[in-house]
């Protein structure tokens, strides 16, 4: 570095690091700090252009800003020129407007200056009109028409006519202090004519009450919304959640129309909403969800140019959500602006890409550490402590042993997700240009996709179906697809999967059959186990018996632990199959597929050790849970052999049950139906009439056992009273 360089200052070192990471709200503050201690005008403008740009029509910010030129005349034309940029170009806020009014006030002078004035409290309350913050917007422009000099009735006429027009406005408005408005519009009604007040004064009370009742139910939505100076990222916490919920539920009341204007006005409801949803946006900036409900709610009204508008500022705000970048396409693809769409396209895949790019390196910076302390020499463990692990045996040692022998690490489950979602883009991108410029510019696209290393294979299946459907049955062009993909991917059990799938479901016996014994071998037995299963079920349900039973014998020799000795799990899979079975097999499958359900005692041995559990269960409990019916009486075993042969069920029940999924293919919780059913029966439902006073359980006794027997009648839950003998 030369020496005669200066060094650069703490101001140039953090403004070149904001270059880079924009969305920095502490650093920003503390850049404001030093810029303002430096008093450089120029280093005050930058940073506060700087910010406006990654904060636009923030309040706290443009109102800071501003400050800078108000206290020196000599800088009011700059002054002017903020004023017009933040009141015209963007949505001015309630402090912004009371500013420009202070500041108007303060420089207006001459004969013009009350019309000058009023208009410009006339574009304040046009703009604020429905802010609960505006009340001292309205009372200043009350006060500033009072104090109007007239020298004709005709004058005063005009005047009391402006006043009015004023107060039946505000007093609708619910805003701090609207009561204390609406007293003094009674007052100012009555002091012009008492018959006539009667009749304006009616006609606004519902109005003005709706407003009070509002404003009530207004502060307790935003009395939960936090204030804040600069708006910051989402960290997915808790309290993220939480303070989003809390938007989303103010901003639908809005959309509710509680003040319930009617649709005469419809105009003023759609200047409310918009406003709180500017509001929102501002404060809420980085959160897609927000922009996407003003998207949503302004495309309703009918503003189309708007919502548009509102989508690109979001995507703006948030380059690499899913949801506004989508949404945003999604609109210029309507609108047949289809190379806006091309070109947020790739922006949006390079921003994709460059987050990806970081999380591998960060991945491979990871991986490479953990190799240098696993490379250190580990204690050999002697030959005869191993036992010979035979093929398919999913032993601990054999498991070390893999997992010592694979220099590969596992993958990083953030990148990997990360690699779904930049695939995820590709394919809407792919399908966007089937749709508006047809199979030619999907296949360029996809081209580009292909070269990308970076790009998952859920991109090759999508394209490959898209030709498949969309390019009238082109089986050829879409299995190339896939055979490209198998040299990028297939090391992935689940391409691999999809693909041999996809050869099944255009019956193509002889490549599913060859693309199968192409691939188990490159698969150790624990990833490969989908692939046998899917090419069993096939087998099973459309192959011949002989071939099926010699590939149940060879996934056996794999799965030697692991392989049912029988078909039936694969037969059942169809649904056209489940009454093809045996009921000994239904039976058998149902209690491997409830573990939970306990097996009916076959033995009198049997049901009294289920029973002597049941009544161990019981007098373990509670007091309240106490509250069972005894076990029911035992049967007969002839008795339950014959319940066991089945019901006979009509044929339309038959075959309804014969269009349920299997049993298998239940992956939700299991209830125990015996607690649950028990728990239905004790319950107590109580009555309309005032409880009665209970007494609190008993102590448990200290040495457990059998309760004395209670014949008082039953009272409920947490009573002192028991039913029946125990």
Known sequence: MDESTPPQSEWDQLRAQLREHPVDADGWLRLVDLAESSHDMSKITETYEAMLEVYPNTPSIQLAYLSHFLDDQSQFKYAEELFKKFLLKTTPSVELLKYYLTYIRRITKGPDARQIIK???????????????????WQDYLTFLKEDVTNSTWEEQQKMDAMRKVYQQAVQIPMENVKKIWEEYQEFENRLNKITAKKFISDLQESHMQARTVYNQLQEHLAILP?????????????????????????????????????????????????????????????????????VWTNSVNKTEEALNILKAGVDANPASFVLNFAYTEALELAGN???????????????????????????????????????????????????????TQSQNSSLNT???????????????????????????????????????????????????LTPWEVHESEALMEYHCGNKDVQVASRIFEKGMEAFGDEVEYVLRYLGFLISINDENNARALFERVIGTFPPDKARPLWDRWARYEYQYGDISTAHKFEKRMSEVYPNGMSTSPFPYILSSQSSKRAASPEHRRRDESRDHPSKRARPSSPAARTRDRERWDHRRHASPGWEREREPPPPKRAVGKEREEEKGVQLPSVI???????????????????????????????????????????????????????PDYGPYQGPNSGGRRGRW
């Open 119 to 137: 208009k410009c409290y006339d574009f304040a309350t046009t703009h604020a009109s429905q802010d609960k913050d505006s009340f001292e917007i």
């Open 227 to 295: 204030a804040i100076w600069l708006p910051r990222p989402p960290t997915f916490s808790s309290g993220d959640k939480s303070l989003i919920a809390r938007w989303r539920q103010y901003l639908k009341w809005e959309e509710s129309n509680p003040l319930e204007i009617d649709e005469a006005n419809r105009g003023t409801l759609i200047q409310r909403v918009q406003g709180v949803y500017k509001k929102a946006t501002v404060r809420m900036r980085f959160y897609p969800e927000i922009w996407y409900m003003a998207y």
């Open 403 to 453: 997992q010592a022998s694979d220099e590969k690490p596992p993958k990083n489950k953030e990148f990997v997700d990360k690699r779904t979602d930049y695939g995820i883009a590709w394919i809407m991108y792919i399908r966007f240009a089937r749709r508006a410029e047809g199979l030619k510019s999907a296949r360029i696209v996809f081209g580009k996709a292909r070269r990308d290393r």
């Open 654 to 708: 038959n075959w309804f049950v014969s269009t349920l999924p299997a049993a298998n293919t239940f992956d939700g919780p299991v209830f125990r139906t015996d607690d649950l059913m028990q728990l239905l029966r004790t319950a107590v439902i109580p009555s309309s009439s005032a409880a009665r006073a209970r007494s609190p359980p008993p102590a448990p006794r200290p040495g457990g056992g059998r309760p004395p």
């Open 338 to 392: 289809f190379a806006e769409v091309h070109a947020t396209f790739e922006k949006f895949l390079g921003i994709l890409k460059k987050e990806l790019e970081g999380l591998e390196a960060k991945a491979n910076a990871n991986n490479s550490s953990s190799s240098s302390i696993g490379s250190q020499p580990l204690k050999q463990e002697p030959m005869d402590a191993t036992p010979t692990a035979q093929p398919g």
